[in-house]
């Protein structure tokens, strides 16, 4: 008859092996993320390829090992706010806790069609607010066998955080701290310098069509800019019986809007300015005293342009502009022209910002 005694050790050895796996099973779920809420907002003007809000929300879900971490009644909140510049876009990351704190802020950046990316970024900031890297404290030195042991914590020391406590959330990059990123250097209400340089035609404004060349400088702000200018003009061909060439040198002060259309590479401008020039006549080469006048006029601009890259646009532009004060041109005693009510003119050409630090 044989010894029954290792069924028992067999019942224990199961037992043992099942709680291991259930053990292993268990550590190897991730851990629960506290919930939060996601108020995202693209912005009325904000490229139609920026992500929504499902797909924000599906990509970190990704990151997370397929939790969603967002509900809509949590208590804490995380906003993600799209600002659209002329020459990139920019998203705005706040996350506050259960009492309204502020615990983190973030502002990221892409080139203003480059959406997709902008996308990733955000993704990236939201994971590291809601599921944070944590370093464990580096271990005390081991004390030798003579050391005094340290007292015992007083049994009056303040309780452990509860769990609804968001403990693990600490910003990566506090507001205005020394380690803010780059991107947040530059506001979108920072402006910005830009020079640009065009050439055309111009009508009226000289006896005959002519060549218009204009440049200038302007201080850009988000929508708004405002500058000075040079033009010059020279008309060639004039109907007269002389070897006679016409041209008109000024400088104009500019205010001017801007406005994104279709898509953030494009966008149009619409602008008021004054400007006053001298008009002279060059009859057989020689400037004439009695053929030099002055102009000024007030006019408006209206064009648009598009941004062949991040710092290098394309601008195409019409003037028209009224002459309260004609210029009368006279050779010899008697007077060659008369300049009309209206000037007209379209120039081409490119521009270039620089961001202000």
Not at 178 to 191: F, H, N
Not at 286 to 314: C, M, Q, S
Request: glycine share 6%; charged share 20%; aromatic share 8%.
């Amino acid at each position: 008859m044989r010894d029954s005694t290792p069924r028992p050790c067999k019942a224990r050895l199961l037992l043992v092996a099942a709680l291991l796996c259930g053990t292993s099973e268990a550590a190897a779920q991730p851990p629960q993320v506290l919930p939060w809420r996601l108020d995202y907002a693209p912005g009325p003007n904000a490229p139609k390829n920026c992500p929504d809000k499902s797909y924000i929300q599906a990509a970190l879900a990704t990151k997370l090992k397929g939790q969603d971490p967002f509900t809509d009644d949590a208590s804490r909140a995380i906003s993600v706010k799209l600002v659209l510049t002329p020459q990139r876009i920019e998203a705005h990351i706040e996350a506050q806790d259960e009492n309204g704190e502020i615990v983190a802020e973030h502002v990221t950046q892409a080139e203003s069609w480059r959406c997709d990316q902008l996308a990733d970024r955000i993704v990236f900031y939201l994971r590291d607010i809601i599921d944070p890297l944590t370093i464990p404290p580096a271990a005390p030195a081991a004390s030798s066998s003579s050391a005094t042991p340290a007292p015992s914590a007083p049994s009056s020391a303040a309780p452990p955080p509860s769990p609804s406590t968001p403990a693990r959330v600490e910003p990566l990059q506090p507001a205005g701290g020394p380690l803010a990123p780059k991107a947040a250097a530059r506001s979108a209400g920072q402006p910005q310098l830009a020079i640009y340089a065009n050439m055309g035609a111009a009508w009226w404004s000289a006896p005959e069509t002519a060549l218009s060349l204009a440049a200038g400088i302007e201080a850009r702000w988000n929508w708004l800019s405002i500058g000075l200018e040079g033009q010059y003009d020279h008309a060639w061909a004039l109907p007269t019986k002389q070897d006679v060439d016409a041209e008109r040198a000024g400088v104009s002060a500019l205010a001017c809007g801007r406005h994104a259309l279709f898509s953030s590479r494009t966008f149009a401008r619409a602008c008021v300015f004054g400007d006053v020039a001298m008009l002279s006549i060059d009859a057989e080469k020689e400037k004439r005293p009695d053929a030099e006048d002055v102009t000024i006029d007030v006019g408006a601009r209206l064009g648009g342009g598009f941004w062949l890259a991040r710092f290098f646009a394309l601008e195409l532009y019409g003037d028209i502009a009224y002459v309260p004060r004609r210029p009368v041109v006279i050779v010899d005693g008697e007077e060659f022209w008369r300049a009309p009510r209206l000037t007209g003119a379209v120039r081409v050409g490119l521009v270039v910002p620089f961001d202000i630090r």
